[in-house]
């Protein structure tokens, strides 16, 4: 143990990088990253469960314009939404004078916007897929019920169909986590952004990326657990009886 | 017994080859392109700038053939010690950091930092009070990032970018308030541009050294001391015989 704390007391004493103000950047990263994969998700979970329900509609008329937008948001890459939505908005004439501007103006809005979009793309079309699985026997046995559509929906498909999603919907968080490492391009001081910054003040890229690496995957690694945790509990029914 | 015979002869090459100082009649130069106006392609798509010229004259007056080389910053030292080329020319701060690394000839130019605002900005001046609560737009991993950090990186927002076009084009947008660059390239994509009118805000910054170092430096690898010896010594005539006044004045009109 001796061995280790002089270990650890060396390397510490022996650099140059990670001292109390590189780790106050890392620290305000990890605030920013955490906030920002969030909100996004949290926004993007909303928007996607009406969106889903649409997407699957027999009216072609509500599920073709969600269709589009999902096919907008999957088919091309985050980056260029994101670059879209921030260099693009300052295209629109006298957009510094409206209402938007004092949050259009920070970095942190627009990669929220473009976050959440995202996701929410993603997600209507997972929640898409666990509606259209859903068993013919459970809706005809709602049906002989006398359900209203909206009914079955509510008490029925939904609840089977987060149930069956819950494992994609997982990656997708993780996706979503990993994916915001971009939003540095913005000028945004995320986990990432901070790495970068420290690689260039200190010529370092191994310590400031591996440093950052090694955050990345704890929070992963603590998302994973909280999935594992919630299909234990929710998916119980479906485990064979011991 | 044979193989340790080729070890040593190997071994003694190897140190005959080190000691012994090359001697130049052609050095290839290292250069990141663009950075108007000490290294840019003119109109006809030749190399020109304050670098490329005055590079040309101390060449030409040490009596050697130049060539230059194209390399992006980020990969410029290492090229150089890996011998894709001889010096590097290039806007290079002198700071003790690289001077670990590469030998520096004696400085041949100092270039100050300077802020700029948009015309009609309220600030006037540069100190604490001022730029509180502002936003500061900074290319990251220079010195001016480093020292607006570190200066007012607690009392205002210092935003990062990897170019100078995002950040200008930020700039324009009313996203930032103020941006911190050096002085001629902030003249060059600032002031002369037609976009939108710009102005220096306060003093040009030249202190303090620990940040702006002590100007531009030709490096070298750090055996090679003759050659450093050389350009210094056609530096200095060139410096005399007012060669280098009328490039200078060419690039940065009169002093």
């Known amino acids: ?242 | 017994m044979k193989k340790l015979l080729t070890i040593s002869i190997l071994g003694a090459a190897l140190a005959a080859g080190t000691a012994q100082a090359r001697d130049y009649d052609h050095v290839r130069i290292g250069v990141d392109v663009p950075y108007e106006p000490m290294e840019y392609r003119g109109a006809d798509g030749e190399l020109t700038g304050f670098d490329i010229e005055l590079g040309n004259a101390l060449c030409a007056e040490i009596g050697v053939t130049c060539e230059w080389i194209e390399q992006e910053w980020d990969g410029i030292i290492p090229g150089l010690l890996a011998r894709n080329y001889d010096a590097i020319m290039s806007s290079m701060s002198i700071n003790d950091e690289r001077r670990q690394t590469v030998l520096f000839s004696d400085s041949y130019i100092t270039i100050p930092g300077a802020w700029f605002a948009p015309e009609g900005s309220e600030l006037s001046e540069i100190n604490e009070e001022t730029l509180s609560g502002k936003s500061i737009g900074v290319q990251r991993g220079t010195t001016y990032d480093s020292y607006a950090t570190d200066s007012y990186g607690r009392i205002a927002t210092v935003n990062r970018y990897s170019t100078a076009d995002d950040m200008v084009l930020d700039l324009q947008a009313q996203r930032l308030d103020i941006v911190f660059l050096e002085y001629v390239v902030g003249q060059a994509t600032l002031l002369q541009s037609d976009e939108g009118d710009y102005h220096v805000v306060g003093e040009m910054v030249t202190e303090p050294a620990e940040y702006f170092g002590e100007g531009f430096g030709i490096a070298f690898r750090q055996r090679d001391e003759a050659l450093a010896k050389r350009f210094n010594e056609a530096l200095a005539t060139l410096k005399a015989d007012g060669t280098y006044d009328e490039i200078h004045e060419r690039y940065f009109g009169e002093e």
Not at chain 1, 29 to 35: D, E, H, S, Y
């Open chain 1, 1 to 242: 143990m001796d061995v280790l704390t002089t270990w650890f007391h060396d390397l510490m004493a022996g650099n140059a990088i990670f001292t109390a103000q590189t780790i106050g950047y890392y620290w305000d990263g990890l605030v920013t990253t955490t906030q920002l994969v969030f909100l996004s998700l949290v926004i993007g979970l909303v928007l996607a469960v009406p969106l889903a329900i649409g997407r699957s509609s027999d009216r072609r008329w509500i599920s073709l314009p969600i269709y589009v937008y999902t096919y907008v948001f999957r088919g091309t890459p985050l980056l260029i939404q994101l670059y879209i939505i921030y260099y693009g908005v300052v295209f629109f004439d006298g957009i510094q004078e409206t209402f938007l501007w004092p949050m259009l103006r920070e970095a942190f809005y627009p990669a929220l916007i473009a976050f959440t979009l995202n996701t929410a793309a993603y997600t209507t079309e997972i929640f898409r897929g666990a509606i259209k699985a859903t068993a013919r026997g459970e809706i005809e046995a709602a049906r002989a019920y006398g359900m209203s559509d909206s009914l079955m929906m509510r008490r029925i498909i939904l609840p089977s169909a987060f149930r069956r999603a819950l494992p994609a919907y997982g990656n997708e968080v993780i996706f979503m986590l990993h994916a915001s490492a971009i939003a540095s391009v913005v000028t945004l001081m995320d986990l990432t952004g901070a790495a970068r910054f420290i690689y260039a003040r200190y010529y370092a890229p191994f310590e400031a990326f591996l440093f950052v690496a090694a955050i990345y995957l704890c929070l992963t690694f603590a998302i994973l657990y909280f999935f594992r945790w919630l299909e234990k509990r929710l998916l119980a029914h479906l485990r064979p009886q011991s």
